[in-house]
């Protein structure tokens, strides 16, 4: 891979992990010349990989703020969409809704299973947490956490499923039951953006 197109790959992944950002700031992640970005960004926005808006950060001058489009955020994989999404639909019309139901509770029962030994021998809530990122980091939704003032920040930068959240939203429901009880009943986990809702991800307080 050359180096331009090296650039390019980046300040997608940048943007994606991290979220929107002015030239200067892409420019100081990238370590390259504003120069070096804006041709970068320039080149991703004909592609249809980013856009920019005005924005008003405080006093001065509105700045340009770059960020992902539709387009860009599909860059990043999804787990089989289509196939999946036909899957819901055919199960969904022949078996009916409460099939689909007790399918997709048997899918968060096995990954719980998967999660609670993954964390076996964890002692700490920051420990379970670590080993869930890295969990979930490996089946695509690029996460990782923060620790805060009162507790966690878990964060999920992608969502290989999208569209079959879409689809069904029982699968969000069910995620989310699925980390409460692989935490334990004396933690908190509460959802606060969600990618389905407009957020450009999904995140995730927990409080012991």
């Keep these: 891979m050359n180096n331009e197109a090296a650039e390019h790959d980046k300040a997608v992944l940048i943007l994606k992990n991290q979220g929107p950002k002015s030239l200067k700031e892409l420019a100081a992640e990238l370590k390259i010349t504003t120069e070096g970005a804006r041709f970068q960004l320039l080149k ?85 947490i670590r080993i869930l990122a890295e969990i979930r980091k490996e089946e695509g939704y690029m996460a990782h956490y923060e620790k805060t003032h009162d507790g966690y920040l878990f964060l999920e930068n992608h969502c290989p499923i999208c569209e079959a959240a879409k689809a069904c939203q029982d699968f969000c429901r069910t995620e989310l039951r699925t980390f409460q009880s692989a935490l334990g009943d004396e933690v908190v986990v509460k959802r606060i953006d969600h990618i389905l809702a407009g957020a450009r991800r999904c995140a995730y307080l927990i409080r012991a």
């Design 44 to 128: 991703l926005s004909g592609e249809g990989l980013v856009t920019s808006e005005s924005v008003s950060r405080g006093r001065g001058r509105p700045q340009q703020i770059w960020s992902l489009t539709d387009k860009g955020h599909s860059r990043f994989p999804d787990a089989h969409s289509s196939l999946t999404v036909r899957l819901i639909q055919n199960i969904r019309e022949n078996l009916g809704e409460e099939a689909l139901e007790k399918i997709i509770i048997a899918t968060g029962k096995d990954n719980l299973r998967k999660y609670e030994e993954l964390m076996h021998g964890a002692v700490t809530l920051e420990d379970k």
